[in-house]
């Protein structure tokens, strides 16, 4: 009896550790399983964590929020030059015959116009080259009265027409006599018109400007000698200037004649110039594997001085696949990767998305992938979204 009772506790004992045991591994089952949902849950909350900014916060913050658009991708290419004078546009004034310089009227810096007397000479040759226009005129009234003298005879047969022709022949000498001592006086800057005035002095000459401009250098002194050899000013047309610049070799199907370009100078950093390239030059510099470009200018006020140092931009054509481009300041780095702030439809919940980017622009880069055309994102003030969202993470971390 007593070995009875002595097997039914066994039993009943190991139906109880069995129990227990059964108990213990079912709710460490549970325990694992409610720890790994959390772990899933938790992946889900930093999957879908975001930044809530209402419209008031975003226009405090300076967050817009712009929608994904394709666009046509030009890529600017930036290079630097230094400012010359238009070669086109000056002119070395010298006299065209020799002769002593009586008088000045023109200073270095002085704005001067075509046709503006710069200085005086005084010169044998101008003397004689007068003399001798005024002895043709002279020659060539006698020679037309003696012909018409002869002529009315002749009429009244009085002389033999033989005498009216050697007249006639006189007077075509005497014209041309005349016409190459004009030329003369034309080719030594004199105008024959004055000349013949009682008050000109015979042996003065007035060199002019050939053209409208500034002086930038000036040699002429009063009583000094003088020659066609000599340049005594030269004028300069600044109106219009050339900016040259070095493209490098792997840059040059990227230019082309005709290029619109953007100029800008240190001295005038918000004032921006729009030209276009006039010349690309045909030999490539052994040493440094550049090309010389040269880039045409107006220059109004004449801001642009030559040998300024100056930035250029050369914008080619925009290519014929348009592309999906966002600004600059829309694109973060966050652990390494570049992401875009993406908001939901109503624009007030933000997320950080991965993006691949290719080209930058004009301030602008190509999105590759991660941003699809249509969404919406935060165009500027991303900055502060990346602060929020740093924020946001310390703040979890702490807890």
């Known amino acids: 009896m007593k070995n009875k009772w002595i097997i039914i506790g066994v039993i009943l004992a190991i139906m109880a550790g069995g129990f227990s045991l059964y108990r213990f591994v079912k709710l ?17 909350e930093k999957k ?13 913050n300076g967050v817009v929020v712009a929608v994904a658009t394709r ?9 630097t030059g230094k400012v010359e004078a238009d070669a086109d546009r000056i002119a070395h004034v010298s006299p065209r015959i020799s002769g002593q310089i009586v008088s000045v009227q023109a200073s270095l810096g002085d704005r001067v116009t075509a046709g503006q007397t710069l200085l005086t000479l005084k010169s044998l040759e101008m003397a004689e080259a007068a003399n001798r226009f005024r002895l043709s005129k002279t020659k060539l009234a006698l020679a037309e009265a003696n012909m018409m003298r002869i002529r009315t005879l002749v009429e009244k047969k009085i002389v033999a027409r033989k005498e009216l022709l050697q007249a006639e022949t006189d007077y075509k000498i005497a014209q041309t006599e005349l016409q190459n001592d004009q030329e003369r006086l034309s080719l030594y800057g004199a105008s024959s018109s004055k000349v013949q005035s009682s008050s000109y ?19 002429a002194i009063v009583g000094e000698l003088s020659d066609p050899s000599k340049s005594l000013f030269t004028v300069v047309d600044l109106s219009s200037i050339w900016v040259v610049v070095d493209i490098y070799e792997k840059d040059l199907a990227k230019v082309r004649t005709g290029q619109r370009a953007t100029v800008t100078v240190d001295a005038y950093p918000d004032v921006k110039l729009t ?22 200018v107006p220059n109004p006020g004449r801001i642009l001085k030559p040998e300024m140092f100056a930035r250029v931009e050369l914008a080619p054509s925009a290519s014929a696949v348009m592309t999906l481009a966002v600004p ?19 624009g007030e919940v933000f997320r950080p998305e991965t993006v691949e980017t290719g080209r930058s622009s004009g301030g602008l880069v190509e999105i590759i992938s991660g941003l699809r055309e249509g969404q919406r994102y935060a165009g500027k003030g991303s900055f502060i979204l990346k602060s929020e969202l740093k924020k946001g993470e310390l703040e979890g971390g702490g807890e």
């Not at 460490?28 to 889900?44: A, Q």
């Not at 879908?48 to 405090?60: K, Y």
């Not at 666009?71 to 290079?79: D, K």
């Not at 030209?275 to 045409?296: C, F, M, P």
């Open 28 to 44: 460490k089952s549970g325990w694992i399983e409610n720890t790994e949902k959390k772990i899933v849950n938790n992946k889900d």
């Open 48 to 60: 879908s964590v975001g930044i809530n900014m209402n419209a008031r916060l975003q226009q405090e």
């Open 71 to 79: 666009q046509r991708f030009t890529e600017v290419m930036t290079a």
């Open 201 to 219: 002095n015979k042996a003065s000459l007035m060199v002019p400007a050939p053209i409208s401009g500034t002086i930038t250098e000036k040699h």
């Open 275 to 296: 030209g276009h390239v006039t010349y690309i030059a045909d030999v490539l510099d052994a040493a440094t594997r550049t090309l010389k470009v040269r880039v045409e």
């Open 328 to 346: 600059e300041d829309a694109i973060q780095e966050i652990d390494g990767k570049k992401v875009i702030f993406v908001a939901d439809d109503r």
